[in-house]
T-cell receptor, first 117, second 112 residues
Framework: DAGVTQSPTHLIKTRGQQVTLRCSPK?????VSWYQQALGQGPQFIFQ???????QRGNFPDRFSGHQFPNYSSELNVNALLLGDSALYLC????????????????FGEGSWLTVV | QKEVEQNSGPLSVPEGAIASLNCTYS??????FFWYRQYSGKSPELIMF????GDKEDGRFTAQLNKASQYVSLLIRDSQPSDSATYLC????????????FGSGTRLSIRP
C-alpha cells in the first residue's frame, strides 16, 4: 500500500521563477492538504483540495495555487518565487471528515525541499 | 496569541527517564489532537492522536487531553536516544473543511 508520494524531493529555483510540486495521496484517500514548513517552524497550512476544489485556504498569497485531478493527485504551484519561499513543502492526505476518529488519520509525504536563490 | 503553542526547547532528558511535552491551544472548537515526531531533514511522523478527555497509552507513549484547560501533553517513558527529535503538537479543526494547525514544535534531546 503506497503512502503519500511527492516529487521532486529537492529542487533549486531562482527568484521570480515558477515551481510546480506534485503529490499522490495514500491509496483510498481523496483529500489533499499542502503545508509549508520553514526551518525551525511547524508546518503552516496552505490549502486543501477535495473533489477537485479548493475547500479552505490558509494565510498565503495568490502566488500559491493548486489543483486536484480526478485521480485525487494534486499539484502546488508557486509563481514569482521569493527567497522567503524556501522551505519544505509537505503534502498530507486523508479522508474527509473528523480526523482522529475511526482511524481517519492524516499522513504526510516525505516533502519537497525548495531552495530559492 | 498563537493557535497552538509549544515550548521550543530544547528539552534535555536523561536516558531512561520520562520526557514530558506540553501544548496549549486557543480554539475551543478543536476536536482532535495529534502528536507528530520529526527527525531533522525528514517529514513529520504520526505518533498518536487523542480526541477524548483523559489519557491514551500506546507503548511508551501516553497522550493526555484536558479540553477544559485547552491542554494536551505527551509523555515518553523510558526515553531512548532515538527519541531525540522535534515533537509537533497539532490540532484538528473541522469547520467548512478539515485542517490541522501545528505548533512550532519542541526539540527533545535524550542524553545517554
Amino acid at each position: 500500500d503506497a503512502g503519500v508520494t511527492q516529487s521532486p524531493t529537492h529542487l533549486i529555483k531562482t527568484r521570480g521563477q515558477q515551481v510546480t510540486l506534485r503529490c499522490s495521496p495514500k491509496s483510498g484517500h481523496d483529500t489533499v492538504s499542502w503545508y509549508q514548513q520553514a526551518l525551525g517552524q511547524g508546518p503552516q497550512f496552505i490549502f486543501q483540495y477535495y473533489e477537485e476544489e479548493e475547500r479552505q485556504r490558509g494565510n498565503f498569497p495568490d502566488r500559491f495555487s493548486g489543483h486536484q485531478f480526478p485521480n485525487y493527485s494534486s499539484e502546488l504551484n508557486v509563481n514569482a518565487l521569493l527567497l522567503g519561499d524556501s522551505a519544505l513543502y509537505l503534502c498530507a492526505s486523508s479522508l474527509p471528515g473528523l480526523a482522529g476518529v475511526s482511524g481517519n488519520t492524516i499522513y504526510f509525504g516525505e516533502g519537497s525541499w525548495l531552495t530559492v536563490v | 496569541q498563537k493557535e497552538v503553542e509549544q515550548n521550543s526547547g530544547p528539552l534535555s532528558v536523561p536516558e531512561g527517564a520520562i520526557a514530558s511535552l506540553n501544548c496549549t491551544y486557543s480554539d475551543r472548537g478543536s476536536q482532535s489532537f495529534f502528536w507528530y515526531r520529526q527527525y531533522s531533514g525528514k517529514s513529520p511522523e504520526l505518533i498518536m492522536f487523542i480526541y477524548s478527555n483523559g489519557d491514551k497509552e500506546d507503548g511508551r507513549f501516553t497522550a493526555q487531553l484536558n479540553k477544559a484547560s485547552q491542554y494536551v501533553s505527551l509523555l515518553i517513558r523510558d526515553s531512548q536516544p532515538s527519541d531525540s527529535a522535534t515533537y509537533l503538537c497539532a490540532v484538528f479543526i473541522y469547520s467548512s473543511a478539515s485542517k490541522i494547525i501545528f505548533g512550532s514544535g519542541t526539540r527533545l534531546s535524550i542524553r545517554p
